[in-house]
């Protein structure tokens, strides 16, 4: 009979996000730019300056709704500390946060997840233009409307125009299926618990 040190640890799940599902270790890639109390996940905006500008709230549920702090301004979400070298770019924070937890550790170490929430934004370029330089791969994870087009990565490009050509990073596009990459994170948690 397994006893209790036989029993893999159970990852603790955020109540509110229970049918992704979404785990507290989910949130770890993106430290103090996120806060949670399981139903509910704050996450941080800031500017070129890295000054925190403003706050998203994602409320949890079976339909996760979006609403912006008062008083505050939207800017980039981000992974905090020092640019990596690989960009990941989704809508907003729910978005990349499924997309980092699909990524292997390996890649996501490596990797700098941001989210203008909302759409693209003058204020989110600007945050763009100023870290572009540290960054030599970008990859554009914006969910495409039903025409195929895409506002956010036409603004993305139109930055990455303006940098020197010998200076852009490579490009690569990965737009998520239906649902985002909130409904890819839970298509292969769904498919792991089938297996």
Known sequence: MPTITD??????????FAHIPLYAEDLAPFGGALRTN?????????????ALTGQEIIHGGPKITYAFARGGKRGLFRTPGPMHTRLF????PAQVICAAALEHP?????????APGGGWTPAASEVLAWHLHE?????LGFALAPDGSCRSRVAVEEVLELLPHGSRP???AMPP????WVAALQAARRASLAA
């Open 170 to 172: 490579i490009v690569t």
């Open 177 to 180: 299926g239906p649902g985002g």
């Open 7 to 16: 029993i893999p640890s159970r990852r603790r799940l955020l109540a509110g």
């Open 135 to 139: 960054v030599e791969e970008v990859v």
């Open 89 to 92: 770019l989704a809508d907003g």
């Open 38 to 50: 399981g139903h509910t996940i704050w996450a941080e905006h800031r500017n070129a300056g890295d």
């Open 106 to 114: 390996d890649l996501t170490r490596r990797t700098t997840y941001a």
